[in-house]
């Protein structure tokens, strides 16, 4: 048995994925963040879908069709449809921020 | 936007099942408990693996192969194999067991 929330190494110069459950029709991952950000005029624009929930820490997710960031504070969860394009904003810089994501293809 | 912690009724007569995403290759569902257990004597015995982790809340779980159920803390997570059996002892009476569920087939 293993914990989402430890061990969270003390520094992270950068973020850390880790698969946990991976088949042909979903990828399951962690994500630790602690301040990072999405590189300044970049954009994220994914063939899967991706529902992803932040469980500590907190967030600015912003989508390229909206004005501001949302911010997100743990238990939040939100689809994000494939080709929406997105970027992280910000991450709480003062603690990590632990991220589960699911991403998947759309299903033709 | 939604939040896996809120909102929790303040009385859970039966354990809450939320399908937050399903498509034709698993299903990602919330599951609130509020001291529920599996009945006596019962089992489950699943056609389909489940990756299981425990956000808020305790829970015991039993697997019929082991003497002894697994005490679950916010961030403990494991995979449930198809078949492998096994039953909920126990969830925490005082406040409210958040569970994220992903079930998805065995990959033929």
Redesign the interface.
């Known amino acids: 048995?293993?914990?989402?929330?430890?061990p969270i190494p003390p520094e992270l110069p950068e973020e850390i994925f880790e698969v946990?459950?991976q088949?042909?029709?979903?990828r399951?991952e962690r994500i630790l963040s602690a301040g990072q950000a999405t590189p300044p005029g970049t954009w994220y624009d994914q063939d899967t879908h991706e529902?992803v929930?932040l469980?500590s820490g907190s967030a600015g997710l912003r989508f390229a069709d909206e004005p501001e960031p949302?911010v997100?504070?743990?238990?939040?969860?939100?689809?994000i449809p494939a080709h929406r394009r997105h970027r992280v904003e910000w991450t709480d810089p003062a603690r990590p921020t632990v991220w589960?994501a699911?991403h998947?293809p759309g299903?033709g």
């Open positions: 048995m293993a914990n989402l929330f430890a946990l459950v088949t042909k029709n979903f399951l529902w929930v469980l949302r997100l504070r743990p238990g939040d969860y939100l689809l589960l699911l998947y299903e």
